[in-house]
């Protein structure tokens, strides 16, 4: 009898913005020692953060806890105007390991309220990317989610309406909720290229083809990854069961029972090495990598840690 499969997911894990951030960190406790401070989880994974925290990175909720002309790190999220505005008036060293990608959408807000265009900012209420966009120019900017969020939406000027998104979100259903921005504001306008990331659609594409061969889909990522979660409601969406697990212990032996084939992916933010965990867990399962892209993307580290 052959073997049970398992089908893995390609890309998936870190990608660029992640590399980028966590890098940046291991590079200033090695340069200068702990305590090194970060605003918020520098990426939303619980291992990542625990394998620092046990180095001497002090994670913290906000720049209160940081003590004044101490070194803090921005995560890879992105903050807004008033955070960077605090940490100048403490004299904090700030070391910003936003995700460029996110700093592209920050810029594309101020542009857009600066001519006088409500922005409409896609994304999920409460997640910190979307904290600190809506921070860029908060007077201007409104958020929605879903397409019923856009049938109650009002604005001052039907003809000055700009869109941006959140860099995680499922591509299929944003885009249901641009179509109907575009319907309600024929002269919607929005970024020159998706404001997605690369390595959030790819991982998505990668899910999706997995997904129609599988009769599982497990994705490693943490609870508050948001590119995690939306890779798990992608392949339900589909019509697969799927489980989003932090590591292996999370997996239950019902799931796997009757099951011959298995999808397997991690989120942007899950080390490869839990993925790795999974397949030496499972055993005797064939191995095969479905590549639905090759990512050649690399973003620099700032210059307050670049090897001298």
Request: with cysteine; charged share 25%.
């Amino acid at each position: 009898m052959a073997l049970p499969v398992v089908l893995l997911a390609s890309p998936r894990s870190f990608c660029a913005g992640v590399e980028r951030a966590v890098e940046i960190v291991e590079h200033l406790l090695a340069q200068r020692g702990g305590p090194i401070h970060v605003r918020k989880q520098i990426v939303h994974n619980t291992h990542v953060v625990a394998d620092l925290e046990a180095r001497g990175a002090v994670f913290v909720d906000e720049l209160d806890a940081v003590p004044d002309g101490s070194t803090v790190v921005f995560s890879a999220h992105g903050v807004s105007p008033a955070v960077r505005e605090e940490a100048a008036r403490r004299d904090l060293d700030v070391v910003d390991a936003t995700c460029p990608l996110v700093t592209k959408v920050h810029a594309e807000a101020r542009r857009y309220a600066a001519r006088g265009d409500t922005v409409v900012l896609i994304g999920h209420e409460g997640h910190e990317e979307v904290e600190g966009t809506l921070g860029e120019a908060p007077d201007r900017t409104v958020l929605v989610a879903t397409v019923e969020d856009v049938a109650r939406l009002e604005v001052p000027d039907p003809e000055r309406v700009s869109y941006l998104t959140q860099t995680t979100l499922a591509v299929d259903e944003t885009t249901e909720v641009v179509a109907a921005l575009r319907a309600k504001f024929p002269a919607l306008r929005g970024p020159a290229s998706d404001d997605i990331c690369y390595a959030t659609t790819n991982r998505q594409d990668a899910v999706r083809e997995v997904a129609r061969d599988a009769d599982l889909v497990l994705v490693v990522g943490s609870a508050n990854s948001s590119n995690s979660v939306r890779l798990v409601e992608l392949a339900r969406r589909q019509g697969t069961p799927a489980h989003l697990i932090d590591d292996v212990s999370e997996i239950r032996p019902e799931w796997l029972e009757g099951v011959r084939v298995i999808g397997l992916s991690a989120g942007a933010s899950a080390p490869p090495e839990l993925v790795d965990e999974v397949i030496t867990e499972l055993g005797a399962w064939d191995v095969q990598v479905r590549e639905t892209a090759r990512e050649t993307i690399t973003f620099t580290l700032p210059a307050a840690v670049r090897p001298r």
